[in-house]
């Protein structure tokens, strides 16, 4: 039972030590560029100049990126669904496949370090 308890402290302790640095990136250099994927709003937010079925578009990519690294399955827009057959007027259908492409690809750089 103590050999539990001992055990328990250590890597409770452990952990205590490791979690102020856990999140902490190191200060950005003068004169560096921010990373690629900031913008206002954070990297999940729509470029400003979308249309609303861009914005839509976009939204939607990213939560199919999510589901396929969820599933373990390799990133490709090509085929999702959503993106080959948009429940949208064909009028919007490009607007939408292009703002998807770009919410897919945005969510897949952040899911994989890019």
């Known amino acids: 039972m103590k050999r539990h308890t001992l055990a328990f402290a250590t890597l409770a302790f452990s952990l205590g ?3 102020p640095t856990i999140g902490m ?3 950005r250099q003068e004169g560096t560029p921010p990373a690629a ?5 954070g990297w ?4 400003r100049e979308f249309r609303d079925i861009q914005r ?3 939204h939607d990519g990213i939560d199919g990126a999510r589901k396929d690294f969820d599933h373990h399955r390799a990133p490709n827009v090509e085929g999702r669904s959503e993106y080959r057959h948009p429940h949208v007027s064909p009028s919007a259908r490009d607007d939408y496949r292009e703002g998807f492409r ?3 690809e ?3 750089n952040h899911l994989t370090g890019h």
């Open 17 to 19: 030590l490791a979690l």
């Open 25 to 27: 990136s190191a200060p």
């Open 37 to 41: 994927d900031a913008r206002p709003g």
């Open 44 to 47: 999940d937010a729509p470029p």
């Open 56 to 58: 839509q578009g976009f």
């Open 102 to 104: 770009r919410g897919y």
């Open 106 to 108: 945005a969510a897949t």
